[in-house]
T-cell receptor
Framework: DQQVKQNSPSLSVQEGRISILNCDYTNSMFDYFLWYKKYPAEGPTFLISISSIKDKNEDGRFTVFLNKSAKHLSLHIVPSQPGDSAVYFCAALYSGAGSYQLTFGKGTKLSVIP | DVKVTQSSRYLVKRTGEKVFLECVQDMDHENMFWYRQDPGLGLRLIYFSYDVKMKEKGDIPEGYSVSREKKERFSLILESASTNQTSMYLC??????????????FGPGTRLLVL
């Protein structure tokens, strides 16, 4: 059973516009969420994260929104740039006593068109 | 800058061979992880280690084992490689400190082809 879902395998956006990448999760025990960005032939790099006690975290052009009641988070990139073209992975973490579970979604490939 | 290195970028092995994938990090991280990435399946955790000589199974440990004899080095071992283990293998590491351990730093990946 997939606990972290990125239902859009790909997304195309015009340069300068907003990119919105979505992620849904099913396990209410997840308490921390992360976004990673991956270019071809490279390992993923950490982009931005949010704790479950917050509903928004912003870092420059990147903002992550968390809706706990809907078990949904989204990554907004404004304005989108061609260098943002990559695969974006959503990840959810549960780290209770003696337990550590970090689950990744399947990824969304973002293409920013110049 | 955190650096996570993997011993090979590309590897070709035959079915039944024993395969070692090595990962080294230079930031004194306590936690180290091995994932595989397959098209349409995202990143799946194979094993992780939170201390020297400690290991924990991830989501798909079958067919793999790991070794962590030194803090900076985490090895993934395919005891008898099979074609369904053809994949991109990614190593990651992180601090164990609260607030930091959630951020994993990844190596460049090893693309393994098993013939």
């Amino acid at each position: 059973d997939q606990q972290v879902k990125q239902n859009s395998p790909s997304l195309s956006v015009q340069e300068g516009r907003i990119s919105i990448l979505n992620c849904d999760y099913t396990n209410s025990m997840f308490d921390y969420f992360l976004w990673y960005k991956k270019y071809p032939a490279e390992g993923p790099t950490f982009l931005i994260s949010i704790s479950s006690i917050k509903d928004k975290n912003e870092d420059g052009r990147f903002t992550v929104f968390l809706n706990k009641s809907a078990k949904h988070l989204s990554l907004h990139i404004v304005p989108s740039q061609p260098g943002d073209s990559a695969v974006y992975f959503c990840a959810a973490l549960y780290s209770g006593a003696g337990s550590y579970q970090l689950t990744f979604g399947k990824g969304t490939k973002l293409s920013v068109i110049p | 800058d955190v650096k996570v290195t993997q011993s090979s970028r590309y590897l070709v092995k035959r079915t039944g061979e024993k395969v070692f994938l090595e990962c080294v990090q230079d930031m004194d991280h306590e936690n180290m992880f091995w994932y595989r990435q397959d098209p349409g399946l995202g990143l799946r955790l194979i094993y992780f280690s939170y201390d020297v000589k400690m290991k924990e199974k991830g989501d798909i440990p079958e067919g793999y084992s790991v070794s962590r004899e030194k803090k900076e080095r985490f090895s993934l071992i395919l005891e008898s490689a099979s074609t369904n283990q053809t994949s991109m293998y990614l190593c990651a590491s992180s601090w164990a400190l609260p607030g930091f351990r959630e951020t994993q730093y990844f190596g460049p990946g090893t693309r393994l082809l098993v013939l």
